[in-house]
């Protein structure tokens, strides 16, 4: 490393932030790169999701192109970690699930995935008696699941080994920080709202249960949000809830019981599960995800946050474009600590 090789931080310690510091690294070797963040692992709203590969119609990019492309690439990275020996210690497992609806068929259904599991297929009468009672559509496919609990540790293992430093701070302005720095990636997920006002983000609160259920073997959806999820550990997800503009971080009793009535009303198993945790998280919803370069105060700086319910299975598709986006920008003429 030479003292005129860029400087570069990465602001967010979440699934995104994590996984553009990652690929940052390896498309640039000779770097200095720091993670600023003020929350780690258990503390990020990334650790808070189940992590499952299912977009929802409400991710979009700018175009369906874009979209596309990085779902798509997305799964082929979460895919090549997979064919490792690692992919346990990332987090990650095939996982297979049924959805089912008493209401709509479309919604058992899934445009932007259904090309690209190796499964996904409408079910046949007898299965829609697998669980509870008066299903009328479904379809079962075949997918992944990556549990940032395991998965964050373990890109900050390597990160850390491979020369990268860790700075735990709050950012209350930007002024100063970006004077150090000739590349900022901003992935301070709903942070940024909070910051200084995108006013295009929305918090969209989540509330799960954590149940100890190493017997579940398969994810189940119902309709109204009702989700349980397997995780790598014998610990479920149960959820859950979609609260638009909702702020309150705190468990509400109200949603926990709902959510456990209407997940034992698929499986009464559940009802026998010991409850490891509750947890809230505050999606970062906004529509388009931001992906894109911006100078700001004279420095560099590539957004990419806002992905709302669907940030773990497409961190790596929209980081791979945020760093693409960087790359060029070092290169760019654009003058930078004006
Ligand atoms: C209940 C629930 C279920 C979900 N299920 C799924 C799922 O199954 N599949 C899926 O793909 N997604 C799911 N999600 C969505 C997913 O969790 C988010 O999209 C994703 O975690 C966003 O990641 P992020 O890195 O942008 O944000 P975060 O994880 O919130 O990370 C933000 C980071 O920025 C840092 N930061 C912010 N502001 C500042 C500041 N001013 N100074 C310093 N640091 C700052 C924070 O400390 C943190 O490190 C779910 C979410 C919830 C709540
Ligand atoms: C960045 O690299 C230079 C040159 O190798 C080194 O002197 C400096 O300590 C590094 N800074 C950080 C924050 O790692
Ligand atoms: C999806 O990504 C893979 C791996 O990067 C690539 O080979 C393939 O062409 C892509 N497919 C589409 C439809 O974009
Ligand atoms: C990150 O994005 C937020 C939201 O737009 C913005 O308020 C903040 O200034 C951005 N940070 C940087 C360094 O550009």
Same mark, same amino acid.
């Given at each position: ?165 860790? $700075? *735990?701070? +709050?950012? !209350? @302005?930007? %002024? ?6 000739? =590349? ?65 971080? $705190? *468990?509400? +009793?109200? !949603? @926990?019981? %709902? ?6 009303? =698929? ?66 003429? *654009?003058?930078?600590?004006?």
């Amino acid at each position: 490393m030479d003292n005129n090789s860029p400087k570069i931080a990465v602001i967010g310690a979440g699934v995104v932030g994590m996984t553009v510091a990652k690929i940052v690294q390896q498309e640039l070797r000779n770097t200095n790169i720091t993670i600023i963040a003020d929350a780690f692992t258990e503390d990020t709203v990334s650790c808070v999701a189940a992590g499952i590969f299912r977009p929802g119609t409400s991710f979009k990019g700018p175009t369906k192109e874009i979209t596309k492309k990085w779902i798509n690439d997305s799964w082929y990275f979460w895919q090549d970690i997979l064919k490792t020996s690692e992919a346990p210690l990332a987090g990650l497992m095939p996982v297979s699930s049924y959805i089912f609806s008493k209401e709509n068929y479309f919604v058992t259904r899934n445009h932007l995935i259904e090309d690209l599991v190796p499964i996904y297929r409408s079910v046949e009468k007898d299965e829609l008696k697998l669980c509870g009672e008066g299903w009328k559509y479904g379809s079962y496919f075949s997918t992944i699941k990556i549990g940032c609990d395991r998965y964050l540790p373990w890109v900050e293992k390597s990160f850390i080994e491979k020369g990268g430093k860790i $700075d *735990v701070k +709050k950012i !209350d @302005s930007f %002024a100063s920080l970006l004077s150090k720095f000739d =590349l900022v990636f901003n992935c301070t997920g709903l942070g940024a709202k909070m910051l200084c006002g995108d006013h295009d983000l929305v918090a969209l609160r989540g509330q799960v249960i954590k149940v100890k259920a190493p017997w579940l073997k398969m994810a189940f959806y119902g309709d109204y949000d009702t989700y349980m999820i397997p995780g790598l550990d014998g610990v479920a997800t149960l959820g859950g809830v979609r609260q638009y503009d909702s702020y309150n971080k $705190d *468990v509400c +009793k109200y !949603d @926990s019981a %709902a959510i456990m009535e209407r997940c034992c009303q =698929l499986l009464p198993a559940l009802k026998q599960a010991e409850v490891v945790a509750h947890r809230v998280g505050l999606r970062p919803h906004r529509v388009p995800v931001r992906v894109e370069p911006e100078v700001v105060d004279g420095v560099k700086v590539v957004h990419c946050y806002g992905h709302g319910g669907y940030g773990v299975m497409c961190a790596p598709g929209t980081a791979m474009d945020a760093v693409r986006m960087g790359v060029d920008f070092l290169k760019s003429n *654009v003058r930078s600590k004006m």
